[in-house]
């Protein structure tokens, strides 16, 4: 028997998605320290056995980590944006495909289709250079990653029939640049989403080091300003918080739930 479609959220944009029997992980960042940045809470088994595929949504330093993809067993598909490919093909790795905005792949029996994103796909400080992009991951249930972004029109698309909406609503330090929602725009991207159920990702999981001492409330106060705003914005969704580690299996929230009424185009 099939294992329960379940969603881990494994901390920053690192999401494992379990669906219809495949296993897929988002924007592998698993190492105690990348960068300048330090993880401020439990490090992941970084094992994560049977993977089928994971998805890239950009290269930036906190999405795209080669030495967190050294560390998965086997050889997962990476699925990258255009224009990623030589640079992870070059750091050995060798089941790389590259996927634009509109394209569709097949994954055992869920259907993986790339979405715009609203954010710079530029990786400091040589590159390479993309175009950022979301997924929307389609089995028995549609669930959409974005990534990191801000809003952007062509989010009202996506709004047909959509069950779970995994949203960043931070980053890793105590202010955001352009390309980025902060709790408040990402509940009003629900509006033009319309998913049964939110969950809040990039927060909580990364600072730069030697901030970690402080315990700043932007590593905890974003997923619960989310929830606050969305009750204002988009009450019919709802938002299940959940702390690095944590599961949900999608059963639990989504059976007999009514689908949110889409935004009129």
Do not use: K
Request: aromatic letters at 8%.
């Amino acid at each position: 028997m099939e294992s329960a479609s379940c969603l881990t959220y494994v901390g920053h944009a690192t999401v494992l998605i379990e669906i219809d029997g495949v296993r897929i992980l988002t924007d592998p960042v698993l190492r105690n320290r990348v960068g300048p940045l330090h993880r401020q809470v439990a490090s992941p088994d970084p094992s994560f056995r049977h993977l089928d595929a994971v998805l890239i949504s950009h290269p930036h330093w906190d999405h795209l980590d080669p030495p967190s993809l050294r560390l998965l067993n086997g050889d997962p598909r990476l699925i990258v944006p255009a224009g990623a490919a030589p640079f992870l093909r070059g750091q050995g790795m060798r089941r790389v495909e590259e996927i634009e905005p509109g394209d569709q792949i097949l994954i055992g029996r869920v259907v993986v289709e790339a979405t715009p994103a609203n954010h710079s796909g530029f990786r400091y400080p040589f590159g390479p250079v993309t175009d950022s992009v979301g997924f929307l991951i389609s089995g028995s249930y549609r669930i959409y990653f974005a990534g990191d972004t801000d809003l952007f029109p062509e989010m009202r698309a996506l709004a047909n029939d959509l069950d779970v909406a995994l949203l960043p609503v931070w980053g890793w330090g105590p202010m955001l640049g352009a390309g980025h929602m902060d709790p408040l725009r990402a509940a009003q991207s629900l509006t033009r989403l319309c998913p049964r159920v939110a969950i809040p990702i990039h927060w909580g999981t990364y600072c730069p080091v030697g901030m970690g001492w402080m315990q700043p409330g932007y590593l905890s106060d974003p997923p619960h300003d989310f929830e606050r705003y969305t009750a204002v914005e988009a009450p019919r969704v709802e938002v299940c918080v959940l702390e690095p580690g944590q599961s949900l299996r999608l059963s639990d929230r989504l059976l007999d739930r009514p689908p949110v009424e889409s935004p009129q185009v």
